[in-house]
């Protein structure tokens, strides 16, 4: 069975991806107040989170230690429900931009809004 790695292209597709999306967020008034510095190498860490999230290799737990360093470094944006839906609509059109497959960007949305959710919820102050 492939998987949405393998949908998308493999893992050089999602990190096209995640520069798409990040070139948009520096251009969003809503969402830029949660990046730090456009030079920074969020690009590349969303992109590794990205391929392993879609069941691409490991490499975000193996190079940055995965989903405990993902869910910290939302720790205290206090990110609104204007800006988690922000960010899903802007990951959708980064996927119109490279041209990922309507079925890919279905099978995606779940992860989308699942993944902005939890990162909504423990943003806030006093989050578990």
Same mark, same amino acid.
């Given at each position: 069975?492939?998987?949405?790695?393998?949908?998308?292209?493999? %893992?050089?597709?999602?990190?096209r $991806?995640?520069?798409?999306?990040?070139?948009?967020?520096?251009?969003?008034? =809503?969402? *830029? %107040?949660l990046?730090?510095?456009?030079? +920074?190498?969020?690009?590349?860490?969303?992109? $590794?989170?990205?391929?392993?999230?879609?069941?691409?290799? %490991?490499?975000? *737990?193996?190079?940055?230690?995965?989903?405990?360093?993902?869910?910290?470094?939302?720790?205290? =944006?206090?990110?609104? +429900?204007?800006?988690?839906?922000?960010?899903? +609509? $802007?990951?959708?059109?980064?996927?119109?931009?490279?041209? $990922?497959?309507?079925?890919?960007?279905?099978?995606?949305? %779940?992860? =989308?809004?699942?993944?902005?959710?939890?990162? =909504?919820?423990?943003?806030?102050?006093?989050?578990a």
């Amino acid at each position: 069975m492939s998987t949405l790695c393998d949908l998308a292209g493999g %893992p050089d597709a999602l990190h096209r $991806l995640a520069r798409a999306f990040h070139v948009r967020v520096f251009e969003d008034e =809503l969402l *830029t %107040p949660l990046f730090r510095d456009p030079g +920074e190498d969020h690009a590349d860490r969303l992109g $590794l989170w990205l391929v392993e999230l879609t069941g691409g290799p %490991p490499e975000h *737990t193996e190079a940055r230690g995965g989903f405990v360093v993902m869910r910290e470094a939302h720790r205290g =944006l206090r990110i609104s +429900e204007a800006q988690r839906q922000r960010w899903v +609509e $802007l990951m959708d059109l980064a996927c119109q931009d490279i041209g $990922l497959s309507e079925e890919f960007r279905r099978r995606f949305r %779940p992860y =989308l809004d699942g993944g902005s959710t939890f990162a =909504l919820r423990v943003s806030q102050a006093g989050a578990a």
